[in-house]
Each structure stands twice: as structure tokens, then as C-alpha cells.
């Protein structure tokens, strides 16, 4: 009896190549690069260790990380990424464990199957990377991550990916993409979008970036040495001079020695009665804050809608402002804002602290003294004061405990804030009704595009007193110690000011970025401000003045069917080079014409490649050699083996054929 033998046949997974393994390594080195901006810098620090370290491991031959090596870190990634936010969720924590985690799963990367995993994770984290910036500087650079991706995906599909030059990886993917644009672009116009975004990302409740409802000597100054944009403004006629743009943000009336905050009765009563001079119309986009807070031009009309009025004539909207916000308003820059002022606001806006500031408060009284209480003179005088013994600077001394005493009799240097909240202790303490105010003033005014750039390094505080007749008045005392502040902006008043003195701080490149925020805000405008109501007006030019889901799907429908006709079309008619072995053939064939051998039309591989060696004698045993391993390659098997076109590329690329000389 014959026995039988069963043999089983494990099939394996191939092992990454020395090449396919670089792409994939620069893939997430990209990766980490893209994320590095809101990554804590020890994490992005790590990651790159992590990841040169693997690398090399590689190249000498090594192989994936132990359990016990793996394990661990993965624990320790946890670990540091709670201990650093206090939690896993929300979008930079999510973000941090996410990019730890690819960066980690390099160490295990060993076969195809194993790479194609961590670049479907890559492209989801570079992806992620858009819930923090969707400008488009972001974009690009979000774009060409995908790059090295689908690249390292092509080699995997190669047979010998170490054999191939880095261009001829780069090159295929990148006309892939170019040609992925118009389908792109149809798809971002017609698809049709949802009123709201399809998700949120959770966060601590805190403002990321932007003004604070507390005013204290020293809060401001990482936001004014913040250059991002705040808002964008255009105005329907001539805009005000640079000395009427004051935005105001918050209007502060409590001082509790150390710093100032809004007051409970602004958000009970009803607006504060005002008359107007003429007003001005403009239109504004504030970035995303995360906060409430809208600033407005002084003086607010009326609220814009999705935003409420309140009674010290702030704006605040219904929600978190979580992504730009577009309106139009009126502002009125000449006003009476409540010429007869109530008495519970004439208290709180005279109350100071107990103990606080008694020099200061005997000056105030000589004031009012010798001005026998007239608010405009105790006013001028305080003004003479800051103008002839202050400093602006952006990096002033520390204040002691009393912090009004030690600034106006000790330092007597710092910036708007320090001016503001002493300006308005003295006019309180000389029984003048007064408030701090703070937002924005200035900013840079594009003449190509017509439009104030206000970034917010352009934060301001200034001061509000109640004069009789006149009522609320604002008064900066900043312009009494550096003009320049008010009447040139933020940028002048700095410079040389205790201001970095970096490259930021030179004119050209200041007005070089401010030209750019050009293209940031047609950006804004027509990709991430395109809205489902602006999708909506696509089709009025065909005479559809709303376009619903169904008329926007025909289009898309259309558009789709169109794209894949021309590029079928394209794949149709394009000359076709057949597989890899008639591609190599077609680039010996293209070095030879450039020889002076040229392929005749009615011409057989053999015949030509044996005219080629008799015309090129220094080269006759390649060339011969090149004919067996074609001849052997195309006929000798159903297919070309795999190996067989590797060597004959391999001798295609090592014949440097030269000119024939007649």
C-alpha cells in the first residue's frame, strides 16, 4: 500500500525592502513634523529619537522590538500624555497619543502588511492635523504628507523597489495627485454640506488664543507678542484714521487691588442709552477663540445676529466662537454713551479696595482739590503725569505687593495695561467715575485688497471716564506716554520697546507677512468660509437661484461622468509601453536613437539589437547579452519572470552607449 504524504505550504507575508522601509520611516517622520507645531516639544524630541533610532537598527540588519521593549513605552506614552493635559481626550491630547502610537508601530513594522497598516494610521493622523489649522499653509503642507505615503505604497507593489531611483518613486505619485485635483475640486463645489460640521472636538472650555475677561499688570503680553490674525475688517466707505480704531472686547469695572474684571450688573441691564454721529458700516471675519467675547467697533450700534448686546455695550455671541465668524455691523467712532449715569453704576465704578494704593490716592485728592472737582482737569493731569515721568516698554520691571503704588512711584515703565489700570485707580480715587476696557486698536491696512488686518499683538487696554455732559469718555493715557501706539499701531510702539529684536521686528518682513495675509484671506473667503448657503447660490448663474440636494447631486453626477470620459479617453489613445519588460526595452531603445541606432519600423528586437552591436563595436558583448536576456525573458515564458526584468534592467541601466561618429 503507498502512502501518501501530505505537504502543507505556508505562505508568508514578504519582508519589507531596504527601500520600501526609508519611505515608510520618512512617511512618519513627516508625519511628526506636521503635528510638531501643537505637540509638546519633548514628545516631538522622542518620537524623532524613536524613529532615527529604528532606522538604524534597520539598516545593520536588526529586526522587530521584543514584547518587553514594545510594552512599555506604549505605558509610558499613556502616562506622559495624561500627566501633560490631564486627560486622553480632546484634540491635542487625542493627537499626541495618536502620533506616540504610529511612531511606535515602526517598531514592529516588518512585512507589507504591517506598512500598509501604519499608512492608512499616517494619512487618518496628517488628516487630524486640520482640526488645528485649516489655513492654507496648513493645507499644502497636510497635502504633501500624502505624498511619501502613496509613494511608500508603490514600492511595496514593486518587484525590486531598491533598483528604482528616488524620482521614479516620486514621480508617478505626484501626476496621480495632479490629476486627482479636478474630481477634488468637483467633489468640494457639489457635494452637498451639512448646516453645521459633521463633529466637535472637545477641549477644556479655555481660550486658546485671545483677549481674557481679567485685566491684571503683565496678563497681556504673550498676547501682544502673539502676530497671528484676530480678525479681518472691510468697510463700506472711506475707513476711520488709525486714532478711531478702537474694537472694544470687554468693559471692566472691579478691581480687587491686583486686577480688573467685568461687572455682574453689565450682563442684568439693559443697554446704556447712546447717541450717535454717523455711523460707519463694515464687515468683519474674527478667527476662532473658543470663547464668547465679539469685539466690535467703538461704539456698537446694535448686536449682530447669533449675538447679544449687553448693557456696557459689549457684544457677546449665544455659542463659542469655534470657527470663523463672518457679520456685518455699524459702528458709530463719534458718540454719547450714557450722558446721565445711574447711581449703582456711579458706585461700582468708584469703589477701590480697602488699603490699596494710599499714595496714589492722596495724589488723586490733590487733584481734586486744586481742580475743585473738575473731571477734565483731574484728567489732564494725570495724562501730564504719565506723559512726562513714564516709559513704554514690553518688558518692564516686577511689581511689588501694592501694584499701583510701585508703578507710579517706582518703576514707572510698562505698556497699555499698566497705564489703563493705574490711569483708572487714580481717576476713581479723585472721585471720577472710570473703567478699564480692553480689546483691539490698530491695525494694518491693505490697500491691494482693502481690508484692516488686525492681528493680536494688536490687543489693547485703555481707560473709560464719566465726564458731566459728555458722559463716557474714552481716555488712553498709553498715547500720552507713546503717541505711536495710537497713531501708527502696535508694531511701532514696540520696536526698540523691549520687543524681540528678531527678524519679526523688521519693517520688510512685517510688511512682506501682511501682504501674504492677502491670500490667507481669499482663502478664508472661498474654502473654509464655503458654506451649505453659499453652495446653495452655486447655480444661479444657470438660472437657479437656490439650488437644493437634488439639483446639486445632477451636477455632481454630470461633472463625474464627464472626468471619467476624458480619462478614459486619455487611457485609450495614450501610447502604451505594455509591461515592465517592454519598458525597459522602450528606454534601451530611446539611448540607442540617441547613438544613431534607431529601431526600424518593420524591425524584430533581435535583428535591431544585432544591427546595434555591429554598429557600435565597444559596445557588442552588452548589447549581445542584452538580446539573450530580452529574447529569453519575452519568449522563453508565459510571463516574464520577475528576476529576468530586474537584470535586464539592471544591464539597461549600465549601458552608456556613445554617439556614432560618421
Known sequence: MTGFRRSVKVVTEPKLTTRSFDMLTLTMGFMVLVHALHLPWWLT??????????????????ANAPAWLKLPLVGLLLAAVIVQHGTLFGREPGSAFAVGLLVLKLLESEHRRDARVGIAFACFALMSALLFDQGLVASIVVCLGIVPALATLRTLEEVDPDTTSWKREFTPVLWALMAAVPLSLFAFLFVPRLSSPLWGTPDSGQTTTGLSNRLAPGDMLDLMTDDTPAMRVTFDGTPPPNASRYFRAYTMQVFDGNGWSPGSRSTRRPPAVAEYGPRTGYRTSIEPTHDRVVPMLDLATMAPPGTALRADRTVAA?????????????????????????????RDNLQLPYGTGPRARRLAASWAESSHGDGGAIV????????????????????????????????????????????????????????VVTGYQGGYWNTTARYLLVRHSDAHAWSEVWLQGRGWVRVDPTSAVRPERVELGAAAAAAGHGASDGLLDMAWLRDLRNRWDVVNQWWNRGVIGFDALRQQGLLQPFGVPHAEVTDLALVFAIGCALLVAVALGWALFQRREGDALDAWMWRLQRMLAKAGVSRRTNEGPKHFLARAARALPLHRNALERLSGLYLAARYGHDEPPPESVVEFGRAVKELRPRRVVK
Do not use: K, N
Request: aromatic content about 12%; overall charge neutral.
Open 45 to 62: 524630541v522622542a518620537l524623532g529619537a524613536v524613529l532615527v533610532s529604528r532606522w538604524w537598527q534597520r539598516r545593520r540588519g536588526g
Open 318 to 346: 449665544d455659542r463659542r466662537i469655534d470657527e470663523v465668524l463672518s457679520f456685518s455691523a455699524l459702528a458709530a467712532t463719534s458718540y454719547r454713551l450714557e450722558p446721565t449715569l445711574d447711581d449703582g453704576v456711579r
Open 380 to 435: 489732564r493731569s494725570a495724562l501730564a503725569l504719565f506723559h512726562d515721568d513714564f516709559s513704554y516698554t514690553l518688558a518692564p520691571e516686577p511689581l511689588g505687593r501694592d501694584r499701583i503704588d510701585d508703578f507710579l512711584f517706582q518703576t514707572r515703565e510698562g505698556y497699555c495695561e499698566h497705564f489703563a489700570s493705574a490711569f483708572t485707580f487714580l481717576m476713581r480715587a479723585a472721585g471720577v467715575p472710570a473703567r
